[in-house]
């Protein structure tokens, strides 16, 4: 027995773990809390990377055409719930990975402090967004959903205050409304299916009957819906600002990457349910992730508070991925991917930026409230809360000068401008949209919508946000320069410098994309590696 | 059978997105656990409904299509469970509000009048 084979399995047994193991922990002890947290992320960290390194081809020996797959329990597809790692589940996976480990060391300086149990509902949330990405089963990705939104409830209540229990309310009321949606999906495509697996539905979606196919193709809508309220698409998003506006600031970076597993879940459904007579969500995905690029837009240019500016350029880069997937073209697949991994990076970094820069501010606002003990402390009995200590760590000079900076490249991030990813992937997605006509098919109006659509977004958001940065930094005459630590200020570079390298290896990474959009595209080695090698997927 | 397993999803259905969109916690909760039953029924009935039928195989040959499918059942399980123990967590969050907010209204204010 080769531990290489249970691979796919450990980034949801490690958080899962690691989140059992730190509450065995009191809170006081932070250090074993810390530790075992940031072992457990940089075990998934590490794990995650070795996983894309064995999807590619540089090791075609280990998985049959770059696809793993782990059979939990032994029972073989299409009976019992299997992981599949592809392309893009390495892809989520890494770049998970990667926001988390900033996640967690960003949080050390203050933010878990602050309330009971932050660590393992970060872990929890991990064990949730591993496993959507991993599960290669409807039912099970539904399990990973419930969890990762279990961990994300009670984290968003982090910290409390008035705003951030009220958020969390509209949070969990929307999205216990969106895992019913889901439900019902599910129930009506396994009821004319037969199956839940992933690979099982590809092979059986081409040779429906007519009559069951209108059935499927509603449950698939309805389960497109629960996937679409995550995602953050216009009109299902109006709990998103809200929500992550009041979060925490290293809460809310974590976020980032959630509305991006419904992006996930909707590209999984469209390379799973290819019909060649019909493009995908028959065009009505694409006029909604237009709405959604206009509300963002829109958003961008009215918020008032930085955090809810970046909240609304959240919605704006799942309108813009949204919208690449619904022009229906393959070839917009791979600068979306490209375009994902810059936003969630950039949001992140964005997101602990906003939550240093309150600190600025001399009169505090509601989100910003100065270390208080919350009252959780003594609801759940674990002892007094552990002592503020603002003051001890290590500060880092010229505050002032490296949040500026920070803030520009977050700008040019999100805006795209170069030299950073966002340009790259936007010129990319503008470029992939210019020729879809004539290469694909697509109506001009609609890629010639999408590319000014898409200009204009970028163009109101360097507005807002050059407007956001010279009431931030130059007309302020009567603000405190915050004494940054460290641990808070190394994950945000990190995320910058993580993004810069994204850029300065455009080219490989670009090559990856475009080999996982391929595979996307057409499902036939995701259906062999599943189900074994003599099915194929109906014309 | 079907009929009225139909007709109690509708009602349940109805009630619960009424319910739903009501702007008291305590309504709010109501119609998401009367929606909870009535996507349970839902997936349950997904299975096929058959009545007089033995509900385990003994070793006599059986006709499977006269069986229901134990899948949707074993669904309904993990989705009854999940539905609850969220449902107590939407609970525990409106105790929050409440105290925090002072009022049991789902935006955290009253309208003004």
Redesign the interface.
Known sequence: MNWLNHLPVLPIAIPLLAGALILLFQEQRRAIRIGIALVSTLLQLALAFAMLVLTTDAAPHFWSEGIGTYAIGGWPAPFGIVLVVDRLSALMLALNGVLALAVVVHSIARWDREGVYYHPLLQFLLLGLNGAFLTGDL?NL??FF?IL??AS??LL?HG???QR??A???F??VN??G??AF??G???L??VLGT?NMADIAVRWGALADADRTVAATGAAILGVAFLIKAGSWPLNFWLPGAYAAASAPVAAAFAIATKVGVYAVLRLWSVMQTPAASFGEGWLFLLALATMLFGTLGILAARQLSRLIAFTVVLSSGTLLAAAGLGTPTMIAPALFYLVGSVMASGAFFMLAGMTERMRTTPTATSDPLQPWPTYNAFSVGEPPAPDAEVGIAIPAAMAFLGINFICCVLLVTGLPPLPGFIAKMALVAAAIDAPASVGVSPWRAWTLVIVLLLGGLVGLIALARAGMRLFWSVTDRNTPRLRVVEAAPLAFLILASLALSAAAGPAMAYFQDTAADLNSPDAYVRAVLGTQTQVNP | MEAIIALAIGILTACGVWLLLRPRTFQVVIGLSLLSYAVNLFIFSTGRLRVDQPPIVGDAAVNAAQLADPVPQSLVLTAIVIGFATTALLLVVMIAVRGTTGTDHVDGQENEP
């Open positions: 039912f539904f399990v419930e939104l279990a409830y009670a209540l409390g205050g008035a229990t009220k969390a309310l509209h969990v009321i216990l409304v895992a019913f439900l019902i599910v129930a009506m396994y009821s839940l």
